[in-house]
């Protein structure tokens, strides 16, 4: 957890840049579940921005089908190009990016339909666990959000990184509980976003403060800084069970300047009762 990689994979902005991604590498070392899983589980990555988590959880299973929202359409072209551009085919068939923006709206059905979340245990064989067949035609990579005739009975894994914190406080509740129901039983979210006193919560000025712990950039977004309670209460909350929560912290210094970085991030592993 200490790993001076998590620095050097973290690409901190929540929506898109210019360039090619900062490959959040460290993900398949805090998260091997992403690596050691069934062949065709499926992941959900929420807030996808410029790919640095998609692409580092390609590379990383060939055999992993990749689910990817964002509320930005110009985000998702820049991924869809991004990963594209990495010349690997397979990356094309696995990777399925749609625009949806969690935090005002449910994610479509055709991820996990209303008789599936009732009873998903039951009836995934009748949904296209495979990520193949009939309904294939609507998931593709330009992703209407059209309904198909079922769903493709939720997904494995949920990857929440460095999005929520975006989120007013008040909407996170319902975002948490949308993610909780796309996943299978047995389903876990991982986690990762700011944490209480990270370098950029104290570089923040007094009128940029919008709420507790909750601030405004000057791109107009939100910065909220988690503390282990607030994160426990709110997963915990929409029904998670807590397997891992804990505070990352890393320091390092600007070899030009000299200056220390102290960064503090919130790592958590949840899941899905079965």
């Known amino acids: 957890m200490k790993s001076i990689m ?13 360039g090619m991604p900062l490959e959040r590498r460290y993900l398949l070392e805090e998260f091997p ?26 590379r990383g299973n060939e055999n992993i089908i990749v689910y990817a929202c964002d509320c930005s359409n110009e985000a998702l072209e820049r991924v869809k190009e991004t990963v594209y551009a990495s010349n690997k085919v397979s990356f094309e068939h696995r990777f399925h990016p749609f625009c949806c923006d969690f935090s005002v709206t449910v994610f479509p059905t055709w991820l996990a339909c209303n008789p599936c979340q009732e009873n998903i245990a039951q009836t995934q064989q009748l949904c296209f666990s495979d990520g193949r067949g009939k309904s294939q035609k609507n998931l593709n990579d330009s992703y209407s959000l059209s309904e198909s005739r079922c769903c493709i009975g939720g997904v494995d894994f949920v990857t929440l990184i460095f999005t929520l914190s975006a989120l007013p406080l008040h909407r996170m509740p319902e975002s ?3 993610c909780f129901s796309v996943l299978k039983p047995g389903g876990l979210l991982f986690f990762r976003d700011y944490g209480l006193y990270d370098m950029s919560m104290l570089r923040f000025e007094i009128d940029k403060r919008v709420g507790f712990r909750e601030y405004m950039r000057s791109d107009g977004t939100r910065s909220y800084f988690f503390c282990l309670d ?20 890393v320091k390092s210094v600007n070899r ?8 503090v991030w919130v790592h958590g592993k ?5």
């Open 6 to 18: 998590l620095l050097l994979g973290l690409m901190h902005g929540t929506h898109f840049t210019t």
């Open 256 to 263: 030009r300047n000299g200056k220390s970085m102290r960064r």
């Open 270 to 274: 949840f899941q899905k009762p079965v």
């Open 33 to 58: 579940e992403l690596v050691n899983c069934k062949e065709n589980s499926k992941v959900l990555e929420v807030g996808c921005g410029n790919g640095s988590t998609v692409l580092p959880i390609l």
């Open 176 to 178: 948490i509980k949308e």
């Open 230 to 249: 607030t994160v426990r209460n709110l997963f915990v909350g929409a029904g998670f069970t807590e397997l891992e929560l804990e505070y990352c912290c």
